[in-house]
């Protein structure tokens, strides 16, 4: 509210206007976003959860806000820790199953890498295409994301984009909100257990906590390996990938290193006049 009672009127500001504006101003802009873009009539908002600290705020500044929405949450190899805490502080969200297991599609499509991250496509973004979202994507995330995204969208609404770590923290801090314990063990993004996008120091950090999570992924690389058919397989000997087990490490380690490895001590003269984009190529799993 203004300081005459009256509900406060934004015309839309500027990345710069906005990241300068204290946190209990963006707290009132965040539910004034979310109570101008309210579906019309009967409908609802699609609320993206995934149990991590951005998802948390997006849903309590809904409830504040007293917009209609449901929650979901999209099943992945997220960490246990997480999964426990979504059904324990979070029992209203509803879980909304991809059309095919997780692990059963990598089997079938390919190891996702930088290039080729197609498991998002399948297990995240495939949801609610036809309603309005609620996400906690943020600005401070990454230079990307900072790049492309506008607190409006064509479907989505984003209310906490430009709000910092620190200014994320004091909110929950402040709201006495409950979060995912891993943040406390120095996590601080929460996400898919062997996410190629955390890159390996990361992958490595993530497989000694959950080694079940990586048996996981490498049975389904085995399958993978396994499913293609033999021309598929002799292709693979140009990048020193003879077996199932080659392809894990390669995989493992980051494709990008180790191709880049690869390529200057076995096949620069190869690779001199290509242009091939390697991981590219690797994840055509096309029978």
């Known amino acids: 509210m203004s300081k005459c009672g009256q509900p406060e009127i934004y015309e839309e500001p500027g990345r710069a206007e906005v990241q300068g504006w204290s946190l209990k101003k963006k707290v009132r802009y965040a539910i004034h976003l979310l109570r101008k873009y309210e579906p019309e009539g009967d409908r609802e908002y699609y609320g993206a959860f995934s149990g991590g600290k951005d998802s948390c705020v997006i849903k309590y500044l809904a409830e504040k806000a007293g917009v209609k929405v449901t929650w979901w949450y999209n099943p992945c190899p997220d960490p246990p820790e997480l999964i426990r805490f979504i059904r324990e502080f979070h029992p209203d969200v509803l879980w909304d199953k991809p059309l095919s297991p997780f692990f059963q599609t990598i089997a079938k499509k390919g190891m996702p890498t930088h290039t080729m991250r197609f498991c998002c ?44 770590d620190e200014e994320l923290w004091r909110y929950i801090k402040k709201t006495n909100m409950p979060y995912c314990s891993l943040y406390d063990e120095g996590f601080t993004r929460l996400g898919c257990v062997g996410c190629p996008l955390g890159g390996q120091k990361s992958r490595d950090a993530t497989f000694k906590r959950w080694p079940k999570y990586e048996r996981a992924w ?31 490490n390669a995989w493992r380690g980051d494709y990008r290193k180790y191709f880049a490895s690869y390529k200057e001590k076995i096949l620069q003269p190869v690779f001199e006049d290509e242009e091939t984009d390697i991981c590219q190529d690797l994840t055509r799993y096309q029978q």
């Open 121 to 164: 496509s399948i297990s995240k973004e495939v949801f609610g295409k036809l309603e309005q979202k609620i996400i906690g994507v943020r600005a401070a995330e990454s230079p990307r994301r900072a790049a492309s995204w506008t607190s409006i969208q064509s479907g989505f609404v984003a209310p906490i984009l430009f709000w910092s």
């Open 218 to 248: 490498k049975n389904a690389c085995k399958k993978l390996w396994e499913n293609q058919n033999e021309p598929w397989k002799k292709s693979q000997a140009r990048w020193g990938l003879y077996s199932w087990e080659d392809h894990w």
